[in-house]
């Protein structure tokens, strides 16, 4: 039935030319050629775009202007004889949906609501490249190779593990939602938690490094970082409200109010407002010190709470930091600072580094989650900073997170970021051994890795 209906969308939108159709000028029939290599690289890069636009594109690069109301009359002959890409309602699609529109429509929804994104346009030579279906930009290639010695490292004498790397590929690309790849790497035969967790680290990289139509052509971290520009900073902190007798978020089986919202209420979960303006006030010094040295950002980021600037914003200069942790030792070295925050500094100076680990439970002093440093699973409570983190990560438990743990005077605390999936299974881990709240614990998350 899905096929006999796609088959009848085709054509539906893809009708032959009539015969005035020949009568077009040899000038104009040599462009086809040039206009099918533009068509197929936008096509490909971003799923769906309309003729006007295409247009655009190809006259920013060309002396020989086309007309959006050509496009149609150019392409057709091509389209019929190969399908690389097609004719829908008001589009120019990929031809990976002549078997499957509703994928397209998808695509289509989402372009709709990222109105305000620019899509993803890199240089001619680049964009061109995106005429073979199958091309890799560096830096995702680089990943993805990386997944498949790690997959083939793991699964050496399996057979099927070309099938299910194919498969992960498939679902980060295809899948609207965004963990849909999780579904397939739940079902990997994997050894051990620690295994399955190393893998899916390098698997979160690689997904994110894909050009995904429905984001434009952008990966799902450029998309992020565009939205929160053009998106008031307000509407990006808006959680979905969660009225008081609803069932709670965490999934606890409780009501919200006599769950987390009792939780968040109570404020003990988190910093008090005298230690998180401290925390942020050392987070910021140490971040601006980031940006000026490495010329991140055109911002004097000053050291002082609250801050003006978008998380995005925040998350580009983290990156540098993660990629180069003794940059704070540098910082140590010339900052001028109180000592309290010169102490808070130096236990931050060894140990900074990023971490997953699983959300299990909120608790009214901390939440508790479990971290595997030394080959065994055991727990730690995390404190919020300026909200408690059933808030900052209200969703249902446990579930997966990637984080930088530090020692904040006597509680552990995260730096600012958590990046949270849903879990991939239900993992056994002992609930019922001490959960570790001292700070001088994390030493040993660098000693042991």
Not at 99 to 122: N, T
Not at 134 to 152: A, F, G, I, N
Not at 240 to 246: A, S
Request: proline share 6%; net charge negative.
């Amino acid at each position: 039935m899905k096929e006999s209906l796609s088959i009848k969308n085709f054509e539906r939108y893809n009708k032959p030319l009539g015969p005035d159709s020949e009568d077009l000028p040899e000038s104009r029939k040599s462009l086809r050629e040039n206009l099918d290599m533009y068509t197929k690289a936008a096509t490909n890069l971003y799923g769906a775009i309309e003729p006007r636009k295409l247009a655009a594109i190809y006259n920013k690069y060309n002396k020989i202007r086309v007309e959006p109301e050509e496009i149609r009359e150019l392409l057709m002959p091509l389209i019929l004889e190969n399908k690389d890409y097609c004719f829908y309602k008001d589009y120019i699609v990929t031809g990976f949906t002549i078997d499957d529109f509703d994928y397209i429509e998808m695509v289509i929804r989402h372009h709709e609501d990222l109105q305000p994104v620019p899509p993803y346009e890199p240089v001619k030579a680049e964009f061109l490249k995106y005429a073979d279906p199958y091309y890799q930009d560096k830096r995702e290639k680089k990943l993805w190779d990386e997944l498949y010695e790690l997959m083939d490292e793991t699964f050496p004498d399996s057979p099927r593990m070309e099938i299910w790397f194919g498969r992960l590929w498939f679902a980060g690309k295809y899948e609207e939602k965004a963990s849909g790849y999780l579904e397939v790497f739940e079902n990997l035969p994997h050894r051990s938690l620690k295994q399955k967790m190393k893998m899916l680290g390098v698997l979160n990289e690689a997904c994110n490094s894909l050009r995904l139509h429905r984001h434009k052509g952008h990966t799902s971290v450029e998309a992020a970082e565009l939205i929160s520009k053009v998106l008031p900073r307000d509407a990006l902190r808006t959680f979905q409200k969660t009225e008081m007798d609803d069932p709670c978020p965490c999934g606890s089986g409780k009501k919200y109010w006599e769950c987390c919202r009792a939780i968040e209420n109570a404020k003990t979960a988190q910093l008090s407002k005298e230690d998180c303006q401290l925390f942020f006030e050392t987070w910021y010094g140490l971040l601006g010190y980031v940006n000026r040295t490495k010329h991140v950002l055109k911002v004097d980021l000053k050291p002082i709470y609250p801050n003006v600037l978008a998380d995005a914003q925040y998350l580009e200069i983290r990156k540098y930091l993660e990629a180069e942790p003794s940059l704070i030792a540098d910082y140590i070295s010339v900052c001028d600072v109180s000592e309290e925050k010169l102490e808070i500094l130096k236990s931050w100076r060894d140990i900074y580094k990023t971490s997953m680990g699983i959300m299990l439970e909120h608790r009214p002093e901390h939440s508790v989650a479990a971290f595997d440093f030394e080959g065994t699973l055991k727990l730690y409570g995390i404190k919020g900073l300026s909200m408690a983190l059933s808030l900052a990560a209200p969703r249902k438990l446990p579930y997966v997170i990637e984080t930088v743990l530090l020692p904040f005077k006597d509680v552990i605390i995260y730096d600012t970021f958590i990046q949270a999936q849903p879990a991939f299974e239900r993992m056994k881990i002992d609930r019922d051994q001490e959960v570790i709240t001292n700070p001088g614990c994390l030493a040993m998350i660098c000693a042991s890795d």
